[in-house]
Nanobody, 122 residues
Framework: QVQLVESGGGLVQAGGSLRLSCAASGRTFSNLGMAWFRQAPGMEREFVASITKSGLSTSYADSVKGRFTISRDNAKNTVYLQMNSLKPEDTAVYYC???????????????WGQGTQVTVSS
């Protein structure tokens, strides 16, 4: 089993920045691909970014490309999402997820955190 705990969410003005963290425990973190998803009220959960177990390869949704950066520190069992130039449409609950392989499809992920709220005011 893998336990994931997100932190770092909050309220920020448009154009501001936040850094989300996801701390993992349980199975060997460095063997897992990691991803961030988000879900706005009334919307389906959507892919935001992913990173391979080595950290050498990343992938982003078009809507966040150039503004968000995913990274990981395997020594700290933590994955991060640096969010810059935030927009009101980035408002959502952000979830980290883990799996052996990486996908943009939520159902492909075995483990999920509880989520952290990000609210961007205009």
């Amino acid at each position: 089993q893998v336990q994931l705990v997100e932190s770092g969410g909050g309220l920020v003005q448009a154009g501001g920045s936040l850094r989300l963290s996801c701390a993992a425990s349980g199975r060997t973190f460095s063997n897992l691909g990691m991803a961030w998803f988000r879900q706005a009220p009334g919307m389906e959960r959507e892919f935001v970014a992913s990173i391979t177990k080595s950290g050498l390869s990343t992938s982003y949704a078009d809507s966040v490309k150039g503004r968000f950066t995913i990274s990981r520190d395997n020594a700290k069992n933590t994955v991060y999402l640096q969010m810059n130039s935030l927009k009101p449409e980035d408002t959502a609950v952000y979830y980290c997820a883990a799996a052996r392989g990486l996908s943009v499809v939520p159902s492909q992920y075995n483990y999920w955190g509880q989520g952290t709220q990000v609210t961007v005011s205009s």
